[in-house]
């Protein structure tokens, strides 16, 4: 049992708890992720670590309430347990030798861009962080990522914070003023990390995706996760969850991440039903 | 006197017609009389070639000698002073090529049932006695165990059973390995395997689960917490595809992701457990192994109306067991015989809407010894499926050799070991079952298992 030692509502659909799990918080890097379990009944779902600490032995995750389990975990507070939290699983991103970075967060994507900006800033690169989210009350991370950034860039959709647009207007803006980039991270939706390396990719500038999509055991052995990149196909749990945004697949990604749609309404009506039960009696 | 009759004692089995709608067990066991009677047709020859047909080397004529006695608790004692597991081999293991395959009886009419008579008494242990252990004197020695299958688990109980401190890691979060995920409920009942996993743990052994070794820890970090020696169990986790056009649809499984869901996470207990899995009107199984057989007749309680079974073979080629084959055809699963696929076909949207195929004759043995399929010029025609589960073959999960520098493998993956002890590259490092062998069976993991138990042992007590 993994015991949750601090819970934080960080916008109206995003939490953070930070799990006891000294295990993996000694080996944990930027870029890996951890599998948990709830309950019994539960499934396995993979979550990418936001933060780790090795004094303390936590690991820190950070999700946004999009399904059953998700919802579930979000209801659990400080002191409850997880059943299972596997870890750190995943090839961790490389980072080393960089001087100047874009780190580019979509949405929840934010949370997963935190420690890369955070470990490339404390490798000593120059790291300008962009993020987009639907509109100010979704914004994630605004302290500790000006911490960990040269310079900080915060989109909404809707302009209410002052700055209307996309993440790409951001980063096309940078690099059009001639900001030179040799790495550029974007992590958030699948069609956020396609507009990003198209944008990269006539100048030549690595760019590096996070994968999430379907699996159940995170270890290479289920093979759910296949993500084709360069023509070959490839596990997001082994051989990712980064890779090269400009060999990715995004349309076949976003194919498959329709997979379960029908039945994880069913999921969530059956958790409905009996969670309306449960009130009436 | 024997029982001459040259049958087996019927073991009574769910109707197939019932039984394709549920995940009860097929096969419901031996009662007592039933037991005493098969036990009877045992002739108790001086030769015991029966024993020699045993990975394990259980006492096959003396514990059936005890079940034609009336004495089931003795003849429980006596399988598990080499088994560990008899109520899984019992089930699983593939007797007829193995311990039944050298039985006299069997050289006219059917052999001596031994399987059934494992089971058997494995059973009505369970059902009848509290797990009683004999303490063992501590030796203070730490030995880490990687992986909870067959293997580790068989080389867990034996080192216990000498006084060893053995944890075992698993990367899963329960304990079993391939008998949790791999195997079906209606072929291997899960609350028996925890059972079994259970009277493994009363031995002392401690497992700690969610322990993805070569990630969490590496080999020389488990060294540095103190293990003087450590076993690799860690299975044949990596599925194979084929490599054709539209493998990656929605819609086609690797086998073990298939049977994972539905074993190990109960997604045909859905919705009531979260896990889902997608099954549709036609499913087809790539494969003639016994993988292959348990994907079909999943896919068949799932409610498919059509499963086929492609295999580019012909039947007598097939790996799966006869017994499991017989079952799949009584549950109405579609054999398509020297049949190989060629592409999966998709809809707009990504989902598989058929699989094109080619037919096969058999050519020249290969290097297998099996002869070789040709594909028949002209003969693609398509199956009209929307789900594909690809049941060719696992190889060895590659996440310790890649984290473990010095750790000598195959080309494929295999671990390479030394035959009789399980001995690896690294000093102190063993490892056997399918890390070694890439996909094979239970019994032959366990027979590792307990190989490399032994050569720790000597290893360790030749260390002082």
């Known amino acids: 049992m993994f015991r949750i030692a601090r819970k934080e509502v960080l916008n109206p659909a995003v939490k953070l708890l930070e799990v006891e799990a000294p295990y993996v918080a000694r080996k944990a890097e930027p870029g890996q992720f951890i599998m948990l379990r709830i309950n019994e009944e539960g499934e396995r779902i993979p979550l990418t670590i936001a933060d780790y600490n090795t004094d303390t032995g936590t690991v820190t995750i950070i999700f946004q309430e999009v399904g059953k389990t998700t919802r579930i975990l979000g209801t659990l507070e400080e002191g409850d347990h997880l059943l299972d939290f596997a870890g750190p699983l995943g090839t961790a991103s490389h980072l080393d030798g960089v001087k100047r970075a874009a780190v580019i967060g979509g949405g929840l994507g934010t949370a997963i861009a935190y420690p890369q900006a955070k470990k490339l800033y404390s490798l000593g690169a120059e790291v300008d962080v962009i993020t987009g989210f639907r509109n100010s009350s979704f914004i994630l991370l605004e302290e500790e990522l000006k911490k960990v950034s040269s310079r900080l860039f915060i989109t909404t959709d809707d302009g209410s914070n002052g700055n209307k647009g996309f993440v790409t207007d951001v980063l096309k803006k940078l690099m059009d003023e001639g900001n030179k980039y040799d790495l550029v991270i974007a992590i958030g939706p699948l069609i956020m990390m396609k507009m990003v390396s198209l944008m990269t990719k006539p100048y030549g500038i690595r760019t590096i995706v996070s994968m999430n999509p379907v699996m159940i055991d995170g270890t290479g052995m289920c093979g759910g996760c296949r993500v084709t990149v360069g023509g070959q196909t490839k596990f997001a749990c082994v051989d990712g969850p980064d890779f090269d945004g400009h060999e990715v697949d995004f349309d076949e990604a976003m194919r498959r991440q329709a997979m379960y749609k029908s039945q994880e309404r069913r999921s969530e009506e059956a958790h409905d039903c009996r969670m309306g039960g449960a009130l009436n009696a | ?464």
Not at chain 2, 321 to 348: C, M, Q, S, W, Y
């Open chain 2, 1 to 464: 006197m024997p029982d001459m009759s040259l049958k087996k004692v019927r073991m009574p089995e769910q109707d197939p017609e019932i039984r394709s709608g549920n995940f009860k067990e097929v096969a419901l066991g031996y009662d007592d009389e039933m037991a005493v009677s098969e036990a009877n047709r045992c002739l108790h020859c001086k030769t015991r070639p029966c024993v020699a047909g045993c990975p394990v080397n259980v006492q096959i004529p003396e514990f059936i000698k005890l079940v034609s006695q009336g004495d089931f608790e003795g003849a429980y004692a006596k399988i598990r002073e080499t088994n560990s597991l008899p109520a899984i081999c019992g089930r699983v293991c593939p007797q007829e090529s193995q311990c039944e395959q050298l039985c006299v009886r069997g050289k006219k009419g059917e052999p001596v049932g031994i399987g059934r008579l494992e089971r058997f008494v494995a059973d009505w242990y369970m059902a009848n006695r509290e797990n009683v252990v004999n303490a063992v004197e501590r030796n203070g020695k730490k030995v880490a165990v990687i992986g909870s299958g067959p293997a580790g688990l068989t080389c867990a109980g034996d080192l216990a059973k000498k006084g060893y401190e053995v944890t075992i890691f698993e990367a899963f979060h329960v304990p079993g390995g391939v008998l949790m995920y791999g195997i079906p409920e209606f072929r291997l009942p899960k609350a028996l395997v925890q059972k079994e996993i259970e009277s493994v743990r009363s031995l002392g052994v401690k497992i700690m689960t969610n322990m993805v070794i070569g990630k969490v820890l590496s080999l020389a970090e488990l060294e540095e917490e103190g293990y003087q020696a450590i076993f690799i169990g860690s299975g044949a986790g990596l599925p194979s595809f084929m490599g054709i056009p539209g493998e990656n649809l929605n819609g086609v499984y690797s086998a073990n992701e298939f049977l994972t869901r539905i074993n190990l996470m109960k997604a045909y207990k859905f919705p009531e457990y979260d896990t889902p899995v997608r099954v549709t009107e036609s499913v087809a199984v790539i494969g003639g192994g016994n993988v292959a057989m348990d994907a079909a007749r999943c896919a068949r309680r799932l409610g498919a109306k059509n499963v086929y079974i492609v295999y580019r073979r012909s039947e007598a080629e097939m790996p799966a067991r006869l017994e499991e084959v017989h079952h799949a055809r009584e549950e109405g699963i579609i054999f398509k015989l020297l049949t190989n696929p060629t592409r999966i076909i998709g809809t707009d949207d990504g989902w598989v809407k058929g699989m094109e195929c080619i037919e096969m004759e058999l050519g020249e043995p290969d290097a297998s010894g099996r002869r070789r399929p040709v594909a028949k010029k002209g003969s693609e025609h398509m199956l009209d499926v929307q789900t594909v589960v690809v049941a060719i073959g696992q190889s060895p999960n590659p996440l310790i050799k890649s984290t473990t520098p010095g750790l000598e493998t195959h080309k494929w993956g295999g671990i390479i070991v030394e035959e009789e002890t399980g001995s690896t590259s690294l000093d102190g490092v063993y490892a056997g079952g399918d890390a070694v062998t890439g996909a094979a069976t239970v019994i032959l993991a366990m027979g590792a298992g307990k190989k490399a138990a032994k050569a720790i042992d000597e290893y360790l007590s030749n260390e002082e």
